[in-house]
């Protein structure tokens, strides 16, 4: 069974750092991307970064500059990155796997930046 476990979320003042993780488990081959989503209260889910197989970012346009996305392939886990946080950045944050015509997502954690 597949399986996303996000950690790292918490409380942090504005300008501050998290670094997001997310282990993936059940024993998946054929990755196609991992990346994260976020939704803020009463605003849609949006993309904030991804990563393809082959190593391409995408990074959303409101965190670029600020935030970096990797990978430790061996690790089967994913990194968010996020500096210079803003109160914007508020919202609870999912990690997503992308397979062949299918996709899971992490239970989410919460990311509050505030002073």
């Known amino acids: 069974q597949v399986q996303l476990v996000e950690s790292g979320g918490g409380l942090v003042q504005p300008g501050g750092s998290l670094r997001l993780s997310c282990v993936v488990s059940?024993?998946?081959?054929?990755?196609?991307?991992t990346g994260w989503y976020r939704q803020a209260p009463g605003k849609q889910r949006e993309l904030v970064a991804d990563i393809s197989d082959t190593g391409l970012t995408n990074i959303a346009h409101s965190v670029k500059g600020r935030f970096t996305i990797s990978r430790a392939n061996a690790k089967n886990t994913v990194y968010l990155q996020m500096n210079s946080l803003k109160p914007e950045d508020t919202a609870v944050y999912y990690c997503?796997?992308?397979?062949?015509?299918?996709?899971?997502w992490g239970q989410g954690t919460q990311v509050t930046v505030a002073s």
């Open positions: 997503v796997v992308d397979l062949v015509g299918k996709r899971y």
């Open positions: 059940g024993g998946i081959t054929n990755i196609l991307a």
